[in-house]
């Protein structure tokens, strides 16, 4: 219920808004377009030095008769404001004078008057045209997936309603590209804006895909679409090779084969049925196998593979199968295993033979090197007796105190300068068998601190001060310990003097325990 003071304002605009002809001061209306569902705001200015009294939008209706008439859209008076009829709750004042309207209607087209009344109760109109724009609804048919069989012709129907303004294009594309430039001009017709339906004519497998009406507005292109899946008769893509086995080997012989739908593929021989083992590889094709474990002479022949699935005619594709006797392949067999054999046989004798002699002559070496003492007897003194006897007894030991070390090896040594230096050399090794005894290698050199031959004496090698059986050694005589031949492991010969060194030594190897070998002249 509108109080007095606001329903004379009310009533006051309203008879001016009814008495006014003119159009903002005679001025073009301006326009404004929007989306139907969306917001919009009616831009209006109006300046005055008086205070505004109230703001009202109106929708100017005209009938045949060109009389105006003005539906009531919103009022502001009084810092109070008010919308009307299918404008309530979506329109306010956007600025001063402004008309902001929200979720857009189709029946919100038309034009609306904007007055303004001041205090001096004058008032002034402004005009403004709204246009209210609705996408298309594009519909395609028949329904989602379309079924047709090769050859037949298919026609796409494409519907377009509720459209502001009308729409300014239409065109189809198949998989997303648009079949005027997809194959000849006589595969399609049809499929424009005078002509909205599509026909495709003698559709193939290569046909099958997604078909869109696209249409061109204003607003946004719109598109739906429908899929087209195209029935087409089985086809051989792939059979095994023609193929010669002998008896008794195992034959496998493969067909694949496409179509939609999936073919059935059999095999047969002579028109006998042929068991098989079907599998599937995709959507349409399909392959199937027949097996022969251990073929014979009477399996030759052409075993022919056969696709259908109802759509057409079937398709059918022959291999040949050649079956051979098999001594000539076995005796060939025999032959090529015989020689295998024997050569794989020489081989591992060769190898045997080339380990045994290596095994043999490293044995030798090491032989010769364990018992080089009778290779050096039997090479320096070639008259002497066979020293392939026993090793001399052991003689028995002296009495602890009758032969020692304690004195110390530079005294002793110096003690036996004054006697005069004798030395012998080993015949036979020798292992110690206690702390106090040397160890002895053959024609290692003694230098002889006590003791005589007959029984155990007291040397000096190799650093060491200690007891040695006199009967493994030889005693040597001034002239054939003068001059000694060391081999060093036959790195090299030098003469060495053994009356200028304590201990015969090499100016290669340094230390005595090194010399291998030596030999006396």
Known sequence: MLQPSWFALYILAFRALKGSGAQGNGGTPRTVTAVVGESVTLPAAFSTRESILSVTWSKVNTDQSTVQQREPVFVFSNGNSKSHGS????????????????????????????????????????????????????????????????????????????????????????????????GVSSKYSGGTLSSPSLTVRHVTRADTGSYACVVNHVVRPVTSSVQLKVLYPASIISISDAIAVTVSDRVTLQCVADGNPPPNITWTKNGVLLPSVAHTLSNDVRASSVTLKRVRMNNTGAYVCAASNGVGKSDSKAVQLS?????????????????????????????????????????????????????????????????????????????????????????????????????????????????NELCLEVDDVIEVLEGDSGGWCLGYLGGDVGLFPSNYVKFLSSNEGREIVCTCSGRHREKLNVEDVRRPRCSVCSEPRLCLETEYL
């Open 87 to 182: 404008y309530r709750d979506r329109v306010l004042l956007s600025g001063k004078v402004s008309l902001r309207i929200a979720n857009i209607r189709v029946q919100d087209d038309g034009m609306y008057v904007l007055n303004v009344m001041t205090e001096d109760l004058e008032t002034g109109e402004e005009y403004v045209r709204l246009i209210v724009m609705v996408p298309p609804v594009v519909k395609v048919g028949p329904s989602s997936p379309v079924v047709s069989s090769w050859g037949k012709s298919v026609t796409f129907k494409c519907t377009i309603t509720e459209a502001r303004p009308n729409v300014s294009a239409l065109h189809w594309e198949k998989d997303g590209i648009p079949v005027q430039s997809i």
């Open 323 to 435: 079956v051979t006797p098999d001594k000539d392949a076995r005796d060939s067999s025999n032959i090529v295993v015989i020689v295998g054999t024997v050569a794989g046989a020489l081989w591992f004798l060769i190898g045997v033979v080339l380990i045994l002699l290596l095994w043999k002559r490293r044995r030798d070496r090491r032989d010769k090197e364990r018992f080089a003492f009778y290779y050096n007897m039997g090479r320096r003194e070639p008259g002497a007796p066979d020293d392939k006897t026993d090793f001399p007894t052991i003689p028995v030991k002296p009495r602890e105190g009758t032969l020692t070390g304690n004195a110390g090896i530079p005294t002793m040594r110096r003690a036996a300068d004054k006697r005069g230096r004798r030395y012998a050399r080993v015949m036979y090794p020798y292992l110690a068998q206690e702390g």
